[in-house]
Each structure stands twice: as C-alpha cells, then as structure tokens.
C-alpha cells in the first residue's frame, strides 16, 4: 500500500525552473541540461530562484484556534538557518465553514503570518492543503459541505492512514469534487478569494491548488493507469478552471500544480498541459521503501527512477518543475 511521506519538514529542493514569459524579458533561463525553463521573480530583475525550505502548518488546530500554532518565530529561525521559502498549509473547511461564508478571522490570520514571512524576507507558497479530502474522514482540507459519498462505506486506518485514500467514500468523494457543477465553482470561488486577498503580499510567490490530489480508481484498473487517467481526465480540467479562477483576479504570482502522489513513485504523469504561462509542475518525492521502514538502498536506482520520471512533464510542456 502507498504512503505518503511525513511532511512537517519536507525541504523544497528546487530541481529546475521559469517561463517562456520570463526569458522574454531577461534572456534564456532555461537549464542547458535539461532544457527545462527556470523560476525567475519577476518581481524583482528576472532573477532565478533557488528555494529552499519547508512546509508551515498547524494541522492540529480547528476554528477560532486555526493557526494558532505558527509564529514569527518559524520565520526568524528559518531565515537564521539560511532558508528563504515556506510552504503555508491552508484550510478550505477552515476557511469557507459554511457554503458562501468565508472566515475573515482566518483571513487576518494568514495575512499576519504573510507578514511574519515578508519582515524575514521568506517567501510563501500558499497551499491548499487536503490530506484523504477532509474533514468528514477525519482529516483537513475539503469541507464537509462539499464532501459527497453517495453513502459509500467509510473505514479509518489509523496505523496507515493514506490507505484510507483507498475507501470507497473518499474515492467517491474527490469524484463528485472534479466532476459536480456547483463543488466546481465552489472551489474556484475559494480561490478568487485566496488571490483576491493576497496577490498582492509582498511574500507571495505562488498557489498550490491542491495538495497531492487523488480520486476514483475503476474496477480492474491497476493504480498506475487510474493515477494518469485522473491526472489526464479530472485534474487538468481543475487546473486550467482554478488557474482562471486566481488570474481573474491575481495575474502575476505562480501557480503550482501536482500530479497525484503517485508519481513520486517514479511513475510518469498522465496530465495535460495547463494552460498559463506562470504555471510550475510540482510533483511530491516518496519512497515507498523507506515508508515501510526500510533503509535507504542507493544501489536500487530509486531516485534516478524519480528524477527521470519527473522532467518528463516539464520537458515536453516547457515549465518550471519543483
């Protein structure tokens, strides 16, 4: 069974980055190796980006409490340590609790830790965070107003839990999420929200539109093939939506997609292009061996599985990868 790695202090290692749009105003960043474009912050001179960090969250605190568990002191030690990036966990059951009501109190509190991070000069990447969808399973993310199971049978594994991915409910679930009209909009509406309020944050380099996404695997469909069916089928159509949803209001920051967390598997990615021209493929880096307990063997070729595996997609659709 796939699991996913523990990502309190996953480090964000930039593997290559940048955008057909950025090379026309300061020449050619792509990488000369792999021909893979660079990130630059055009924001300042064009300058390409090496980041490095980890993710901030507070996973543990719900309501009035959200976020609570962050403070200036997570920027003061990160910048102290020479890392200048963060990946900010966000909430959408914390933030829109009930259809159409979203949480300004949770709002003010991103835009402090925003702040925490600018006085610290760390840039962010706001994600919106879901761990087996939300809420409703026990989790965070997508909230229980939008999690729709057509009565599927649900069963915790609370010594494995990413194999609750794997319940029949939460398949079901992400379904109804890429394919119902109104859970389309709604998520879009989410975002509108997000970049409407903080493009404009001197801290904000970019958007992680949803956190290693997964979905419905058919009867008789091994997980490789379900994996880029879903990618090709469901997540690049939510891509290309929710791209257009943040640059109706936001037309500079970065967006960040992902595969599904297969991929960190060395499997290739079934998605299709997403349509912006300051998108960046963001694919997650796991060891199933390792998961399950074993020692890192660098003789089984894992990484380099890994690494040829993901410049596949950056290659051919000419967009930065991290």
Known sequence: ??????AALVCTVLLSTGTAHARAAVGDHRDPAAGIPRLTDDRGRGRVL???????EDKAHRGEAALSAISERHFRDLRAQGFNFARLL??????????GRYSEAYLRKIERILDWAHKYRVQVLIDAHQDVFGPAFGHRGIPEW????????????PDDWFAEYFEPA?????????EDPDLRRAQADMWRVLAA???????????????????EIAQ?????????RIERDQLTPLYNRLSDAVRSVDHDSWIFFEPTPI????????LGRVDDPRAVYAPHFYDTAMEAGADYDPSAGWIEAYEAAVTVYPRQYRVPVV
Do not use: C, K, S
């Not at 069974?1 to 523990?6: A, E, K, N, T, V």
């Not at 966000?90 to 009930?98: A, G, S």
């Not at 939008?146 to 594994?157: C, E, I, K, V, Y």
């Open 197 to 215: 309020r903080f493009g404009d944050h001197p801290a904000v380099l970019g958007y992680d539109l949803i956190n290693e996404p997964m979905g």
């Open 220 to 228: 008789d469909e091994d997980l490789p093939t379900a994996a880029r």
């Open 263 to 270: 991929v960190g598997e060395g499997v290739p990615t079934g």
């Open 146 to 157: 939008a999690t729709r199971t057509d009565g599927l049978p649900f069963t915790a594994h």
């Open 1 to 6: 069974m796939y699991r996913r790695l523990l």
């Open 90 to 99: 966000v909430f959408w059951d914390d933030l829109e609790p009930r259809r």
């Open 170 to 178: 939460v398949q079901r679930a992400f379904t109804h999420l890429y």
């Open 50 to 56: 090496t980041l490095r960090g980890w993710n901030v």
